[in-house]
């Protein structure tokens, strides 16, 4: 399961849900995200989403409409989560290293832990590897969050 996050630093229109909804919002993308890393978005459906998410198919399509746009809010969700985890972790090396060797050293290691091996960052491979190619469209938030704003840091 992809680790939690609040609903609503991730998706700005989730801002005004009640408490209910935005747990079910939150349960609707982690299912999803399990399902389409799974066996990709041909094999998914609504239903197999909405029962590991413990709602109703209907609650699945009232937040979030088809299982296309499903699967564009998880590539957002997930690019968004990986992405702070990438420049939280970017932070931390320190200005002026007292040990270079020793501090890159750590950091290669939170960098890796934290943002290449973690639930998030295996997911967003995953999804990329295998939607990459069939929806280009919706990897422009990745290319926005990751690689694109990576290199103006």
Not at 39 to 58: E, K, L, M, P, Y
Not at 74 to 84: K, L, N, P, Y
Not at 124 to 149: A, C, H, M, S, V
């Amino acid at each position: 399961m992809i680790a939690a996050m609040e609903v609503s630093h991730i998706h700005p229109f989730m801002a005004g849900m009640q408490r209910g909804q935005t747990a079910k919002c939150r349960a609707i993308l982690d299912a999803a995200t399990d399902v389409f890393c799974e066996g990709g978005v041909a094999a998914a459906s609504i239903d197999t989403i909405a029962n590991r998410a413990g709602v109703s198919r209907q609650t699945v399509y009232n937040q979030f409409g088809d299982k296309e746009k499903v699967f564009a809010a998880v590539v957002e969700d997930v690019t968004r989560r990986s992405g702070a985890e990438l420049f939280a972790t970017l932070g931390t090396f320190p200005d002026r290293p007292d040990n270079l060797e020793k501090d890159l050293t750590a950091f290669a290691t939170r960098l890796v832990g934290r943002c290449m091996c973690d639930d998030d960052g295996r997911a967003l491979r995953k999804l990329i590897e295998n939607e990459g190619q069939r929806y280009p469209e919706l990897f422009e938030t990745w290319r926005d969050y990751g690689p694109g704003k990576s290199w103006t840091v």
